[in-house]
């Protein structure tokens, strides 16, 4: 069981949005840390995606985006394309997330 | 460019040790924090120690305090695990990772596998 919950799956079509939650408690996100968010593909290393809640390191398309409130926080990805099919991860502080598996269908 | 290059992972029979290595380039070591995090097989990412830039702070997770020990050498540009009392359960992909700001992970190497077995 994940400190920050997040669902274990979600999938959208091609070109559609969705979004990934990530909820917390008053230990972490509640507490003002910030949510940082990766994604991992198939094989190969965590990158980061988001920082500080809704920062995009350069080179992260503009259809990521990141917010944050209260005791949660989401990840959304804009114009879905083939190649965002990931697990995707929220941390507060020292804590994950369980892991969330895109699917585009 | 920042890279990060893990060694010393490998096979090793229960309650025996090993040693990982992470050698940094491109960017200044002493001036990071870093980290190990690590990721058993099918599952998700955990982490397991920071150390910061000056070695003076470090925090464990509870699964490992007590027998894992981090420890940097700036000179040399390197970030080390000391794994001992190795348990089947520490059976990962350890990745040795850059923090920045508060505790977001910006740069991570490509990992190295554990594997805790007799």
């Known amino acids: 069981q994940s400190v920050l919950t997040q669902p274990p799956s979600v999938s959208g079509a091609p070109g559609q949005r969705v979004t990934i939650s990530c909820t917390g408690s008053s230990s972490n996100i509640g507490a003002g840390y910030d949510v940082h968010w990766y994604q991992q593909l198939p094989g190969t290393a965590p990158k980061l995606l988001i920082y500080?809640?809704?920062n995009r390191p350069s080179g992260v398309p503009d259809r990521f985006s990141g917010s944050k409130s209260g005791t949660s926080a989401s990840l959304a990805i804009t114009g879905l394309q083939a190649e965002d099919e990931a697990d995707y991860y929220c941390?507060?502080?020292?804590?994950f997330g369980g892991g969330t598996k895109l699917t585009v269908l | 460019q920042v890279q990060l290059v893990e060694s010393g992972g490998g096979l090793v029979k229960p309650g025996g040790s090993l040693r990982l290595s992470c050698a940094a380039s491109?960017?200044?070591?002493?001036?990071?924090?870093m980290s190990w995090i690590r990721q058993a097989p099918g599952k998700g990412l955990e982490w397991v120690s920071y150390?910061?830039?000056?070695?003076?702070?470090?925090y464990y997770a509870d699964s490992v305090k007590g027998r894992f020990t981090i420890s940097r050498d700036n000179a040399k540009n390197s970030l080390y695990l000391q794994m001992n009392s190795l348990r089947a359960e520490d059976t990962a992909v350890y990745y040795c990772?850059?923090?920045?700001?508060?505790?977001?992970?910006?740069?991570w190497g490509q990992g190295t596998l554990v594997t805790v077995s007799s």
């Open positions: 941390q507060s502080y020292g804590v």
């Open positions: 500080g809640n809704s």
């Open positions: 491109g960017f200044t070591f002493s001036d990071y924090y």
């Open positions: 150390i910061s830039s000056s070695g003076s702070t470090i």
């Open positions: 990772a850059r923090i920045r700001g508060e505790l977001g992970l910006d740069y």
